[in-house]
């Protein structure tokens, strides 16, 4: 199948993913043919997942069960890798981990909920290299305004690393009154 938009671009689909085509112009005003393509395909019980977009390579794979997701991926031709681990602890407790291997940053993610309206959350981020610690009331996903007289509320505070002395606290409030 061929999909033609206003600017002249070729969309192939096939069962496994997808190349795009199209005409741009660059910054001198040149006409180049962009291309990108995305490709998915069950592999050792996960998804393994390539994109090309620009000379730039992305693979990633995707293995998920019920308290388990692991995902590592890289890209090329920068072999920038990271890995993505998350671990359900029952349904109201969830650890999440991010390692970047060319940068060495991390960040920790720990989320605890109690029934779908009170949430509490701790991380620490080393790029930026604050703490943290957060309390949401009302759904945190959720719109305020899907429901009269509904409330988030969201409590942070954040720990910088090199002037822990000095915590910023922040407030966060979206309310929707119906008159």
């Known amino acids: 199948m061929i999909v033609f ?3 002249p671009r070729a ?3 096939f069962p496994i993913g997808q190349i795009s085509v199209e005409e741009r112009r660059n910054e001198d005003e040149e006409k180049v043919l962009s291309v990108y393509g995305i490709a998915k395909s069950e592999f050792l019980d996960g998804v393994l997942t390539a994109q ?3 000379n730039n390579v992305n693979l990633r794979y995707c293995y998920k069960d019920n308290e388990l997701t692991l995902v590592p991926s890289v ?3 920068s072999n920038a890798v990271s ?3 998350k671990r359900r602890f029952g349904p109201s407790n969830k650890l999440s981990y991010r390692y970047n291997f060319d940068t060495d940053d991390w960040n920790a993610v720990y989320k605890h909920t109690m029934g ?3 949430k509490v959350k701790a991380g620490y981020d080393s790029e930026v290299r604050v703490g943290w610690a957060s309390l949401w009331v009302g759904e945190e996903e959720g719109k305020a305004k899907t429901a009269p007289m509904k409330t988030k509320l969201q409590l942070m505070l954040q720990v ?3 002037n822990f002395r000095n915590p910023v606290f922040l407030f966060n409030v979206k309310k929707r009154w119906d008159l």
Request: proline share 10%; net charge negative; aromatic share 24%.
């Open 75 to 77: 890209s090329l031709p």
């Open 11 to 13: 969309t192939f689909h």
């Open 160 to 162: 910088p690393q090199d």
């Open 83 to 85: 890995i993505d681990f």
């Open 116 to 118: 779908k309206n009170f």
């Open 52 to 54: 090309y977009n620009e």
């Open 5 to 7: 938009f206003c600017q």
